[in-house]
């Protein structure tokens, strides 16, 4: 089975109010997460990353949260704005020579105007 | 641009013929990946190639599946005998050293077997 998912498939939110998004994974080993957005009928696109040695990180609009001691991922995007709209993944890397990131199913983000 | 490019990005074909995808990756990368992606699921790694050396294969490749990379710069992905099970995005990435496992991706192959 997956090794990393997300509770919510489709998260709605209106434009303007920050979203948050979850991961779960299962690995205890994983020591790199990124999350990934991608837009219909494109590739995925880097958002930000973050190793297992911090708890957070921020980046332009967006924060990623770690909780090692519940294996949790998430990630804020405030301020949404409809060109938001997309699906989210979350990736984790077991790490030790592994450059394989392992992706989740995905969240549908959908802001409305 | 010189962000990483993939051919053709929609591909038709029959049951039982044989498919080639094209990825060009950012020039200066020395990693490339493939994933495949169906509807409503994340990208599955099928296989990634370090150079010219492919290093890892998922279980999911099939015998049907080849990839090669040679002189460490484009890479093919070929599918043999296609089946309908194979109707999927196929994603190309890449990477270097200097971004540890931050991968930059393409636009993907859409490809349908009828």
């Known amino acids: 089975g997956e090794s990393v998912g997300l509770h919510l498939p489709t998260l709605s939110v209106q434009e303007g109010d920050n979203s948050i998004i979850n991961c779960a994974y299962s690995n205890s080993a994983s020591d790199y997460f990124i999350w990934y957005k991608q837009e219909s009928g494109k590739g995925p696109q880097f958002i930000i990353d973050?190793?297992?040695?911090?708890d957070k990180r921020q980046g332009q609009r967006v924060t990623v949260l770690l909780n090692k001691t519940v294996k949790h991922l998430s990630l804020q995007i405030a301020a949404t704005q409809p060109g938001d709209s997309a699906v989210y993944f979350c990736a984790e890397n077991i790490g030790g020579g592994s450059y394989i990131p392992t992706f989740g199913r995905g969240t549908s983000l959908i802001v409305h105007p | 641009d010189t962000g990483v490019s993939q051919d053709p990005r929609h591909k038709i074909t029959k049951r039982g013929q044989n498919v080639t995808f094209r990825c060009d990756p950012i020039?200066?990368?020395?990693?490339l990946y493939w994933y495949r992606q169906t509807l409503g699921q994340g990208p599955e790694f099928l296989t990634y190639f370090q150079n010219e050396a492919q290093l890892e294969k998922s279980r999911l490749l099939s015998d049907r599946f080849s990839a090669e990379r040679p002189k460490g710069s484009f890479s093919t992905l070929e599918i043999q005998r296609t089946e309908q099970g194979d109707s999927a995005m196929y994603l190309c990435?890449?990477?270097?050293?200097?971004?540890?496992?931050?991968?930059?991706f393409g636009s993907g192959t859409q490809l349908s077997v009828l």
């Open positions: 020039s200066e990368h020395n990693r």
């Open positions: 973050i190793r297992s040695n911090m």
């Open positions: 990435a890449s990477s270097s050293d200097g971004f540890g496992e931050k991968l930059f």
